[in-house]
C-alpha cells in the first residue's frame, strides 16, 4: 500500500468547513483514498473513498488533485461532534485471494472548538 | 453505532497470560478482521478471517492467534502475554474481500498487562 502523510494537528471553528490534506505520492493507478476517522474511545468510523473524480456523500467531500498524488477531505460544517482522529488510507477496493487489511498511519487529529 | 459487538470492554491480566478476546460481526457480513491499536498510534493489522480461515496476516508473532465460527462471529487469543501486548484491540466485519470497501469497527476491548 502506498505510504500516507498527514498534518498531525488541526483546530477548526464550529460552522466553518474543516481541509484535512493528505499526500500520497507514490499511489498506484488501481489504489483508491480511504479516509477513515477515530472518535475518541470508539472504534474508526467510514467516512468516503474515491479513485480519482470527486466525491460526496452526507459526511463529506473528498477533493483528489489531478496527478492524483494529494486528497483533501472537507468537512463542510464541523461541529464538536466531529473532533476526532482523521485517517487518509490508501488501498485497492477489493482484494481476491489476500487480506483486505487497512493500512492507517498517525492520522491528523482534528479538534472544533466553539 | 455499528452492529459490531466486543467482549469483554476492559480486562486486565498479568505477563505471562493468556487471553481471549471475542467479536461478533454486523448482521451480513462474514469477514473479520483485527486490530492492534497501542496509545497515541494507529490501529494496526493482526489477521483477517474469512469463511472460517485465516485470510492473511500481518507482522504479528504465532502467539497472536484467532479463530471464526459458523456464524461469522470470531475470537483472538494472545498467549504468553507481554507488557507491550497493553492495547486497545478491534475487530472490523466487512463483506467478503473482494467486495469490501467499509470495514465496520467494534468499541474495541482495552487490555492492560501488568
Known amino acids: 500500500d502506498a505510504k500516507t502523510t498527514q498534518p498531525t494537528s488541526m483546530d477548526c471553528a464550529e460552522g466553518r468547513a474543516a481541509n484535512l490534506p493528505c499526500n500520497h505520492s507514490?499511489?498506484?493507478?488501481?489504489?483508491?483514498v480511504y479516509w477513515y476517522r477515530q472518535i475518541h474511545s470508539q472504534g474508526p468510523q467510514y467516512i468516503i473513498h474515491g479513485l480519482k473524480n470527486n466525491e460526496t456523500n452526507e459526511m463529506a467531500s473528498l477533493i483528489i488533485t489531478e496527478d492524483r498524488k494529494s486528497s483533501t477531505l472537507i468537512l463542510p460544517h464541523a461541529t464538536l461532534r466531529d473532533t476526532a482522529v482523521y485517517y487518509c488510507i490508501v488501498r485497492v477496493e477489493s482484494f481476491t485471494g489476500t487480506a483486505s487489511k487497512l493500512t492507517f498511519g498517525t492520522g491528523t487529529r482534528l479538534q472544533v472548538t466553539l | 453505532e455499528t452492529g459490531v459487538t466486543q467482549s469483554p470492554t476492559h480486562l486486565i491480566k498479568t505477563r505471562g497470560q493468556q487471553v481471549t478476546l471475542r467479536c461478533s460481526s454486523q448482521?451480513?457480513?462474514?469477514?473479520v478482521s483485527w486490530y492492534q491499536q497501542a496509545l497515541g498510534q494507529g490501529p494496526q493489522f493482526i489477521f483477517q478471517y474469512y469463511r472460517e480461515e485465516e485470510n492473511g496476516r500481518g507482522n504479528f508473532p504465532p502467539r497472536f492467534s484467532g479463530l471464526q465460527f459458523p456464524n461469522y462471529s470470531s475470537e483472538l487469543n494472545v498467549n504468553a502475554l507481554e507488557l507491550d501486548d497493553s492495547a486497545l484491540y478491534l475487530c472490523?466485519?466487512?463483506?467478503?474481500?473482494?467486495?469490501?470497501?467499509?470495514?465496520?469497527f467494534g468499541p474495541g476491548t482495552r487490555l492492560t498487562v501488568t
Open positions: 507514490t499511489i498506484s493507478g488501481n489504489e483508491y
Open positions: 448482521s451480513g457480513h462474514n469477514t
Open positions: 472490523a466485519s466487512s463483506r467478503p474481500p473482494s467486495e469490501d470497501y467499509e470495514q465496520y
